[in-house]
């Protein structure tokens, strides 16, 4: 069994949930379904195309001004 990341954010009425280890994507009307449709496409995509590279996932956060001018 291997442990994955999941990233959520909500567009709209739905939830979206991302695999960046892997690059799948799902939703759901909840969290909890956007998870499980996220766990089942990452597990049939890894059917597919199995990990070859376990890489260690990091996550962080940084700020970024309102304005994008240099």
């Known amino acids: 069994m291997k442990t994955l990341t999941?990233?959520?954010?909500?567009?709209?009425?739905m939830y979206?949930?991302?695999c960046p280890e892997v690059g799948?994507?799902?939703?759901?009307?909840?969290i909890e379904e956007a998870l499980k449709n996220l766990k089942e496409a990452t597990g049939l995509y890894?059917?597919?195309f199995p990990l070859k590279n376990e890489r260690k996932?990091?996550?962080?956060?940084?700020?970024?001004?309102?304005s994008a001018e240099t």
Do not use: H, P, R, W
Request: hydrophobic fraction near 40%.
């Open 6 to 13: 999941a990233l959520l954010y909500k567009e709209e009425d």
């Open 16 to 18: 979206v949930a991302e």
């Open 24 to 30: 799948t994507v799902s939703q759901g009307k909840t």
């Open 46 to 48: 890894l059917e597919e």
């Open 57 to 66: 996932t990091m996550i962080t956060t940084f700020a970024v001004g309102e």
